[in-house]
């Protein structure tokens, strides 16, 4: 079955950790996003990329970094810059004409 | 600039009642792509509809049904008879231009969250 795979489903993460989030896709979708989802606020856009080795600031990066090496992956690693990393995030892939984003079934992530 | 407003935070509704959710919508762009997305309790987001701005035809998909209306900048969604099932957060967005690569962003509107009592 096609999809979006994200993992872990849970994160618990010690305050000054870096900590990286998974997200695979496999339906050849070119562009991927990452989102940031907290409570009364919505979906924010941390990353996007359009296509493999580029990738563009969202409107909430800082604290964010990620890769795009492979057409499938789109990793995102949560730094101890990051204020206040505890949120919902999830991972999104939608086709260069098609503009319906598809998602994965999100990583909530907890700093202790 | 670009902006999704879904005025209603909340609704409550009995088992089988109609519902409608308003999404009002502001863009500069000529050309543009409107959707709605469902998000259960589990989380992931489940993508519902696309409009196209030159499309305004209702839309009716079993129990859903879509009126967008560009006169009022308008892309209400109604449930039918509505179930427990039906509850979730459902959230209104609104496409624009990233850059020339015909890529887009979506701007969201922060969701209302329907609870369908039995």
């Known amino acids: 079955d096609g999809g979006i795979t994200q993992s872990p489903k849970y994160l618990f993460r010690k305050e000054g950790q870096n900590v990286t989030l998974s997200c695979e896709q496999n339906?050849?979708?070119?562009?991927m996003y990452w989102y940031r989802q907290d409570p009364g606020q919505g979906l924010r856009l941390i990353y996007y990329?359009?296509?493999?080795?580029?990738?563009q600031k969202g409107d909430i990066a800082e604290g964010y970094s990620v890769s795009r090496e492979k057409k499938e992956s789109f990793p995102l690693t949560v730094t101890s810059a990051q204020k206040n990393p505890t949120a919902f995030y999830l991972c999104a892939s939608s086709t260069r004409i098609n503009t319906e984003a598809f998602f994965g079934q999100g990583t909530r992530l907890t700093v202790v | 600039a670009q902006k999704v407003t879904q005025a209603q935070t909340e609704i409550s509704v009995v088992e089988k009642e109609d519902v409608t959710l308003d999404c009002v919508y502001e863009t500069r762009d000529t050309t543009y792509y409107l959707f709605w997305y469902k998000q259960p309790p589990s989380g992931e987001l489940v993508f519902l509809i696309r409009?196209?701005?030159?499309d305004e035809q209702n839309e009716i998909s079993g129990r859903y049904s879509w009126n967008f209306q560009k006169s009022t900048s308008s892309f209400n969604f109604t449930i039918t008879a509505s179930q427990v099932v039906d509850s979730a957060v459902y959230f209104c967005a609104l496409s624009e231009y990233l850059n020339a690569g015909n890529n887009r962003k979506l701007i969201w509107g922060l969701g209302t969250s329907l609870a369908v009592n039995p």
């Open positions: 990329s359009q296509i493999v080795n580029d990738f």
């Open positions: 409009r196209n701005s030159f």
């Open positions: 339906l050849n979708h070119d562009a």
